[in-house]
């Protein structure tokens, strides 16, 4: 990481005067209280990292700023210790930019990424010539309940046959998902080795659960993002009430 000329102001310069950008940061501030509301990211858990180069690059040539700014790839990312709770009312406190060359660069410098930024980057980058442009991190509670069970872990070896029980206590969820869904065995959060298996196993999905920790969706959206985590969610709370009635 270095350190950039006016780094503080780039985040809002964008801010006040591209207005899709403006338009990403406020529905990030709404989707963050559907996030709270449900418990899923409780405390500083849960992160999020968007592509927005296509938001940013632009404007950058529009202004000449193509010196200051030379990097091709472009992030909105959370900062690490940031709360989905306060991303609500002061999403730009919780925010950060993140330009890429052969280093990283911060806007601004003194922020530093999610811990999960590592994991978010390998996959972005898999991600790079697809329509994925959003990761999303929660912690949704009924996921992280089914990774405890036998049902999880007698099948995580398996993953075709935990998504076959998923998809039979909710059948739309194949309509959302139709690749189905991936799992990853438990790794320390924020490690080179859960990144590394996440790259592994995601293959052609766009639904990551890591075991005992939570769930990561790759979507076109933080709309979709959001869809893909509530329906997962809501299946693995089906499963689990089927799983006591049994």
């Known amino acids: ?80 210790g940031s ?33 999960e930024w590592l994991c978010h980057r390998k996959l972005q980058e898999i991600n790079k010539n697809t329509n994925v442009s959003c990761l999303l991190h929660t912690h949704p509670t009924e996921v992280i309940a089914l990774s405890h069970t036998s049902v999880f872990q007698n099948n995580k070896k398996y993953p075709q046959r935990l998504n076959e029980y998923l998809f039979e206590v909710l059948p739309e969820i194949q309509l959302f998902l139709p690749q189905g869904i991936a799992v990853v065995d438990y790794a320390p959060p924020g490690t080179l080795e859960l990144a590394e298996k996440s790259c592994e196993s995601i293959q052609d999905k766009q639904a990551l659960i890591w075991e005992k920790h939570g769930l990561l969706v790759l979507a076109e959206n933080i709309d979709i993002a959001l869809d893909l985590t509530e329906v997962i969610n809501k299946a693995a709370k089906l499963l689990l009430i089927k799983g006591r009635k049994n």
């Open 1 to 80: 990481m270095t350190k950039n000329k006016d780094s503080t102001m780039l985040f809002n310069d964008v801010f006040n005067n591209v207005l899709p950008f403006r338009n990403l940061i406020m529905r990030l501030s709404k989707i963050a209280k559907v996030i709270h509301q449900q418990g899923w990211a409780e405390a500083n858990a849960g992160n999020i990292s968007i592509r927005i180069s296509a938001l940013l690059m632009p404007f950058i040539r529009t202004n000449g700023w193509e010196n200051y700014y030379p990097y091709q790839d472009w992030f909105l990312v959370s900062r690490t």
């Open 83 to 115: 709360r989905f709770r306060d991303m609500i009312d002061e999403p730009e406190d919780c925010l950060m930019i993140i330009g890429i060359d052969k280093e990283e660069h911060y806007f601004p410098d003194t922020a530093k990424p999610t811990s």
